[in-house]
């Protein structure tokens, strides 16, 4: 088992400030998703280019949906074959278009 590497006050802070700007980036996308400022597919290429939204998960994104609810989350992820702990980076091409598909209807 490996430790964590050691570092000084200044390089915890650091990753604390970086830590909070990221949550509040991945705040920030699902609000603007379940207001209706962004779409799916607005999110999916905002993915492609920052890493902070590439590493949300796929079931917190489609939660985000206006109308989407856990139990509808669940069935779109099987639908598509998304693992629970999937991130939109970790998406593959049919899985997006399967995702995209059943949203859509």
Do not use: C
Not at 2 to 10: F, M, R
Not at 17 to 37: F, I, P, S, Y
């Amino acid at each position: 088992m490996q430790t964590p590497p050691k570092l000084t006050d200044e390089q915890r802070q650091l990753a604390s400030v970086r830590a909070v700007a990221n949550r509040r980036r991945r705040a920030e996308v699902k609000d603007q998703l379940r207001t209706g400022e962004m779409t799916w597919e607005q999110v999916l290429a905002l993915a492609e280019t920052d890493d902070v939204v590439a590493g949300l998960r796929v079931s917190d994104v489609l939660l985000a949906i206006p109308g989407v609810g856990p139990m509808r989350v669940k069935r779109f992820m099987k639908y598509a074959h998304v693992s629970q702990t999937r991130r939109l980076r970790g998406l593959g091409p049919q899985q997006v278009r399967l995702l995209s598909r059943v949203l859509s209807w």
